[in-house]
């Protein structure tokens, strides 16, 4: 009958775990999810005119602000009858609004006066919402901009 020896590891050769393909693989995990993520587009810059302390001397412009309506569902609404425009609160487009932007600040370009709106978001409105529509606005060229109240909203 053989004996089996034991085989007893010296004290220096403890067993080693080689990691470097470990290290290649979070590499090429790393790449993968910087490849396929998807960015999202800048926001456009904003050159808003924020209003100044009210002076006597400048008449009251003779074409009357654009009213933008922000509901807490993302539904936009324009005007003082609040005119629905762009209702799907999931989508960043707002091709209606952007329309009717259009359509107002051609008006207003032809009688040579400067375009003015005024925006009235609702406490439950989504911050991004609000920006969608400035972004809007900025891609217009429309940068004389007021938040208002629902006081002088209605």
Do not use: W
């Amino acid at each position: 009958m053989a004996r089996h020896k034991r085989q007893q590891l010296d004290p220096d050769e403890e067993p080693a775990l080689d990691i470097s393909s470990l290290i290649d693989v979070c590499f090429l995990l790393l790449i993968y999810f910087l490849v396929t993520s998807t960015i999202k587009p800048r926001e456009s810059d904003l050159g808003l005119k924020l209003p100044g302390p009210a002076s006597e001397t400048t008449d009251p412009p003779e074409i009357e602000p654009m009213l933008i309506h922000i509901e807490g569902s993302g539904a936009i609404y324009t005007g003082q009858e609040k005119t629905p425009m762009d209702m799907d609160g999931s989508s960043r487009e707002v091709p209606l609004l952007d329309a009717a932007l259009r359509l107002y600040k051609d008006g207003v370009d032809a009688a040579g006066e400067t375009p003015l709106v005024q925006i009235y978001a609702t406490d439950e409105s989504m911050h991004q919402r609000v920006i969608d529509v400035l972004n809007a606005l900025a891609g217009l060229g429309i940068n004389s901009v007021t938040f208002t109240d629902l006081t002088s909203a209605d």
